[in-house]
């Protein structure tokens, strides 16, 4: 198991590496991240190369055990390249350039951008292809800015006629006809620039999509040359779990391993930096996990910068650990002294002195991570439940025209994953055209794009034996955004067995509530809100009825028969104890056994591995709770055995293995 640390020589005096490298193995850490954003030291001037310094900090730092990742330092041009070439500069929706001075202040597609990137990745990737410190290569950082400059314009004409080939098929799919938008010929055809109301939501979801084509494009640039020149040495990026404005399937498919920064920052729930592992470990498709930022101090970008209490670091440590990470890297060494980043703790403070709890939490991380982690970094996070995932859903829903601004994606999406997650159910993150063969239910919420391809999908998944759940406004549109010619939903309709004929966003003022048939849920009522439905079955079997309004006494949940499996359909939104009660009742409906019942805020999670299974307790209260073990099992942490009631204390953990013969 890696423990690392983000890194910065460059800001610091030469004379001052060689402690911080000392401090650095005493406290455990073992793997550092360097020089992504270095560039003006690397090449002070244009074509002028200083990688010597880099070399030595390598060299220093490998001769205290500790390797290096190294970083592409494409995230931040320096000024003389910005000065030179303004045209590199970035554009937003309104024409107006983004400035040098920050950091990812580039055009993607700039030609002349890609080009000296690619000198400064050759030159590091020849200078250090031989170095045996050199374990890996982070490309770039946190890749996710929009470019909206006539260079992009011209590369988005360019791939919409890859993909749709003749205009008349963009004006045709689009419906362009609409507001006499359609186009004659391809310099007509716009980014999606501040305008009068907004432009189609179909141009909205292909240029989203081009910036994808536009980043993957560009980090393959940097990809290429190090796996020409290294090719022993693999690659990966810092992706940011929750973010939504790349679709990370695609840029993780171009890479080795895929890395992820989490701050959970406070106060947090526990579910959000879960969700983040378990989005990341969905992008990445059965590739590693390494956790490239993880928070170890107060950070400097919120509205209140409260500090992480004593142990939340180190339970966050042990939550990706818990959820397939095999590597973490805290950000950062040092709290820096100046810049955009100053007031951002670090391992060690702003003095560099090593008596700050953080540095001890670490130094304690370290000498477990040392004893157990290799064992552990061999087993494996399973789940026989999976939610869909979809980031042409996030974008279509969350943009401009919606019916309703009180419930978004993602919003609709954590109410159905924090529910799973109070109820210790391990979750896989899958994109809707992915195998859902492994998995006994699969929760689709808000899956609004709809194609043939992906109803084929689902249907192959329910007929096979498979529990489906899907939820309001789903199976509305197709591929481009555009609303089905179809009763509603759509592709989905004989799946679920009903027709939706029309939904009703409710103002805040207003609740409904559902009762449930008999032997259905087991509450006798729940309240609902945001938004009902005015559902026909045809075919399904009604679970529970409105109980107001014009819809009252019509269906607001039901379950369709399918081949061997079944689909159910949520056309409301619950309360939480709706969301406790139903993921009870579709673990039932999936035969699915539930995991043991555990005191609130008290994670549970299981690493399975070949000779035993390893459990995480993972104590998110800021008080002690207690839980009652099934058998005498082995507390990897203290090396002793544990049986009987425990007690866990605030923002600590249980680390727990069970040899497999032990069962």
């Keep these: 198991m890696r423990l690392g640390v983000a890194y910065y020589p460059e800001y610091w005096d030469e004379e001052r590496w060689a402690t911080d490298a000392d401090l650095m193995a005493a406290a455990g850490i073992n793997v550092v991240r360097l020089a992504e954003f270095a560039w003006s030291r690397l090449e002070p001037r244009d074509g002028e190369f200083d990688l010597d310094w880099l070399e030595r900090a390598i060299a220093l730092l490998a001769e205290r055990g500790i390797t290096t990742v190294l970083c592409t330092p494409s995230a931040t041009p320096p000024p003389w390249l910005t000065t030179a070439h303004r045209d590199v500069l970035p554009r937003d929706e309104k024409g107006i350039v983004k400035e040098a001075g920050s950091r990812k202040h580039y055009c993607p597609t700039n030609a002349t951008y890609k080009r000296y990137c690619a000198r400064i990745t050759r030159k590091m990737a020849e200078r250090f292809a031989s170095n045996e410190s050199v374990i890996g290569w982070q490309l770039d950082n946190e890749f996710g800015d929009r470019c909206y400059c006539d260079v992009c314009c011209e590369a988005f004409r360019e791939w919409l006629k890859a993909r749709y080939g003749r205009l008349d098929e ?7 006809a609409f507001w ?5 010929e391809w310099d007509q055809v716009p980014l999606p620039w501040y305008n009068v109301s907004g432009h189609s939501p179909s141009l909205d979801l292909d240029f989203a999509r081009f910036s994808t084509w536009a980043i993957v494009e560009f980090a393959k640039v940097q990809a290429d040359i190090i796996r020409e020149l290294a090719p022993h040495q693999p690659i990966t990026t810092n992706l940011m779990g929750r973010f939504a404005q790349l679709d990370y399937y695609d840029l993780a498919g171009m890479l080795d391993f895929v890395g992820w920064d989490s701050y959970p920052n406070l106060p947090y729930e526990a579910y959000v930096p879960a969700l983040g592992a378990d989005i990341m470990r969905g992008v990445a498709r059965g590739k590693p996990i390494w956790v490239l930022e993880q928070q170890m101090g107060q950070t400097n970008w919120n509205r209140i910068n409260t500090q992480p209490r004593p142990g939340q670091c180190r339970l966050w440590t042990y939550q990706q650990i818990a959820r397939g990470a095999e590597a973490i890297f805290y950000f950062r060494w040092r709290a820096c002294r100046g810049g955009r980043e100053k007031l951002h703790d670090g391992v060690v403070s702003h003095d560099g002195l090593p008596d700050s709890r953080r540095y001890e939490e670490v130094s304690r991380i370290g000498e477990e991570l040392a004893r157990v982690g290799e064992e552990i970094e061999e087993s494996r996070v ?16 969350n943009w401009e025209p919606k019916p309703t601004c009180r419930l978004g994606w993602f919003e609709h999406f954590e109410l159905y994953y924090g529910a799973f997650h109070r109820a210790n159910v391990p979750v896989d993150i899958v994109h809707p055209a992915d195998d859902l063969s492994a998995y006994s239910l699969v929760v689709a919420p808000m899956l609004h794009i709809v194609t043939p391809e992906i109803r084929q999908n689902l249907e192959r998944y329910v007929s096979g034996g498979g529990t489906l759940v899907t939820t309001v406004y789903s199976g509305l549109c197709d591929e481009c955004a555009v609303i089905t010619d179809q009763p509603l939903p759509g592709e989905l309709r004989e799946l679920l067995g009903v027709r939706v004929k029309e939904y009703d966003p409710f103002p805040e003022s207003m609740k409904n509530a559902i009762l449930p048939e008999a032997g259905a ?11 009902a439905e005015v559902i026909e079955p045809q ?5 529970a009825r409105f109980q107001s309004d014009y819809y009252a006494g019509g269906p ?6 399918f081949g061997d499996g079944k689909a159910v359909y949520v056309g409301t939104v619950g309360d939480e104890a709706f969301f406790t009660d139903f993921v009870a009742w579709l673990m039932e409906q999936a035969d699915l056994e539930a995991p043991p019942a555990m005191p609130p ?8 591995g070949k000779a035993a299974d390893y459990t995480f307790l993972l104590n998110h209260n800021g008080e002690p709770v207690s839980v009652e073990l099934p058998r005498e099992l082995a507390d990897m942490l203290t090396g002793k055995p544990v049986s009987g009631k425990v007690t866990i204390g605030p923002r600590d953990l249980l680390l727990l293995r069970e040899a497999k013969e032990g069962r």
Excluded: C
């Design 539 to 543: 075919g399904a079997e009604v679970v």
């Design 170 to 176: 963009i004006n045709r799919r689009w419906g362009l």
């Design 521 to 531: 849920l087991p509450q006798a009522e729940y309240e609902v809100d945001y938004w």
């Design 601 to 608: 805020g008290l994670e549970y999670r299981i690493r399975e």
């Design 382 to 397: 399973t789940a026989r439940v999976a939610m869909l995932y979809s980031y042409e859903d996030i974008w279509t829903v």
């Design 556 to 561: 607001a949940v039901t379950v369709n028969a």
């Design 180 to 184: 006499s938008g359609e186009f004659t």
